[in-house]
């Protein structure tokens, strides 16, 4: 899977050290924007799963531009914000599943964050499309149910009867299951 990460930094020599510290097997688009209002634009004009702000910015501390981001999408967010301060930006943001590290950062430090952010973006993207495959199922089975329902009043057949012609139809006509309820509902409602 792609990511897309956005920067928000006042200093452009963290773009550089971001690059150097991107997992190597990921594919990363990496943008950079230097204020909290510039990046809250490229929020709305596009959606990043990663979003790393150094805090302080030059128009707003960014702590207040993560819990935004953090209520509005299912970005990762890490902030990066001086050692004094860390402790206290954690306490505002953590629950809301936002990781903040302390600058000056450690070693390799970055990369670890990085690395972790991009792992748990794939696990969330993982679970959206099965409860998108789940809803997409559940779906179809109300509304076969429903023809079923509609078979059974309108045709007088049971519903055993009901869910075989429903199959065969279906087969014999190369359409879905989903297809072929949604066009006997249309036709006996």
Not at 56 to 80: C, F, H, K, W, Y
Not at 135 to 143: H, I, P, T, V
Not at 149 to 177: C, F, N, V, Y
């Amino acid at each position: 899977m792609q990511h897309s990460l956005l920067i928000v930094s006042g200093q452009e020599q963290l773009e550089a050290l971001v690059r150097r510290s991107l997992p190597d097997r990921k594919e990363i688009m990496v943008e950079l924007r230097k204020t909290g209002s510039k990046a809250r634009q490229a929020l709305l004009e596009r959606f990043f799963d990663l979003v790393l702000i150094n805090a302080p910015l030059p128009d707003e501390t960014g702590v207040e531009l993560a819990v935004d981001t953090a209520e509005d999408s299912n970005a990762g967010i890490l902030i990066l914000t001086p050692s004094d301060h860390a402790a206290e930006v954690m306490d505002r943001v953590s629950d809301r599943g936002i990781l903040v590290m302390g600058k000056p950062l450690p070693h390799g430090g970055l990369g670890r964050a990085l690395r972790l952010l991009t792992a748990l973006q794939d696990k969330l993207h993982s679970a959206l499309e099965k409860v998108e495959k789940a809803e997409e199922r559940l779906e179809e089975f109300k509304l076969v149910t429903r023809a079923k329902l509609l078979l059974m009043e309108h045709k007088s057949m049971t519903e055993a009867e009901a869910h075989k012609s429903i199959l065969k139809q279906a087969m014999d006509s190369g359409l879905s299951r989903r297809r072929l309820a949604e066009s006997i509902i249309d036709e006996l409602e």
